[in-house]
């Protein structure tokens, strides 16, 4: 962690899904008290394997759902991201977490699963049967666990945020990497957790320094396209694969996300074949974007802050 990042003041207790108090309401949180929680973090801990969880069958469903097809709608594809997802594991708190998730809020265990699918189709494709990939997309699997505690209200808002919402909002990559790291240590999901984000300085939480994370640029593109072809209380209809692309290549122009994480997503979406980086890249933009669409903080909170 050899970044920093402003603190924060809880404003209320962290608790884990298996009762654990993590953090207490009024404390001060930043990168310090990360360091420390995942210092205190148990060492040696029976670690359970995916498919011995609730999520691998949530992962046999997710392989069939016709948003992911372009990345996972052969045999062979299939078996390539299982091949890295049978690979996850976790100790059993973790698990406690996704459960907890799933029950909660399932369209935000959903994109924790497709995010997980869609790491494992691209790390695979740029890092081959590399050692360490499980430990990448585990994290990717669980980089939005923070936002269960993200308050209800906000999780299912149809409207465009306020600026004071947005604030909110903004705790729960802390959130889920306090949660993690209590478990995990310093280990790479929490850094998926607390950056995915960032959005190359013009997201949240604001960090000072690069972080050096191997994947992070991926895990964010990945998480950003998951969410773009899923319906969202805010946006009713969802882009379509190929919409997405658009948006995330609009976004990459803008320096918001990795243009080498979004080229990769488009070379295995168009089946992975030769080299990425001789990709030819849309000309202009073809896919279906929500007309409807109210994500983010609405343009009047943004015009008086």
Not at 172 to 199: C, E, I, K, Q, Y
Request: proline share 6%; aromatic share 6%.
């Amino acid at each position: 962690m050899e970044f920093s990042l402003s603190g924060t003041v809880l404003t209320r207790d962290l608790v884990s899904a298996d009762g654990r108090l993590v953090a207490t309401r009024g404390e001060i949180v930043d990168l310090g008290t990360l360091k420390d929680v995942a210092d205190k973090a148990p060492r040696g801990v029976h670690e359970r394997p995916l498919f011995e969880t609730e999520c691998a069958q949530s992962i046999l469903e997710a392989f069939e759902a016709p948003a992911l097809q372009a990345l996972v709608g052969t045999e062979g594809l299939r078996a390539v991201a299982a091949d890295v997802l049978s690979e996850v594991r976790f100790p059993q708190a973790v698990w406690d977490e996704l459960d907890a998730l799933r029950r909660e809020d399932a369209p935000r265990y959903q994109h924790a699963v497709w995010a997980a699918i869609i790491c494992a189709r691209l790390f695979r494709s740029a890092l081959g049967t590399a050692p360490g990939l499980a430990r990448l997309v585990g994290g990717a699997l669980t980089h939005d666990v923070g936002m269960r505690h993200a308050a209800l209200r906000l999780r299912h808002k149809r409207d465009h945020l306020t600026a004071s919402d947005a604030l909110a909002l903004e705790d729960h990559p802390l959130l889920g990497a306090l949660l993690l790291a209590s478990v995990l240590g310093d280990a790479p999901a929490v850094h998926f957790a607390l950056l995915h984000h960032t959005r190359a300085g013009y997201g949240y939480p604001r960090v000072q320094g690069r972080p050096p994370l191997r994947g992070l640029d991926v895990v964010a593109v990945a998480s950003a396209f998951a969410a773009l072809i899923a319906p969202r209380p805010y946006r009713l209809q969802a882009f379509n694969p190929r919409g997405a692309v658009d948006q995330l290549l609009e976004e990459a122009s803008a320096g918001h996300f990795d243009g080498r994480a979004v080229r990769l997503l488009i070379h295995c979406m168009r089946g992975g074949r030769g080299a990425a980086l001789d990709l030819t890249l849309p000309r202009k933009p073809t896919g279906f974007r929500p007309p409807v669409n109210h994500h983010g903080v609405s343009p009047e909170s943004r015009a008086t802050a």
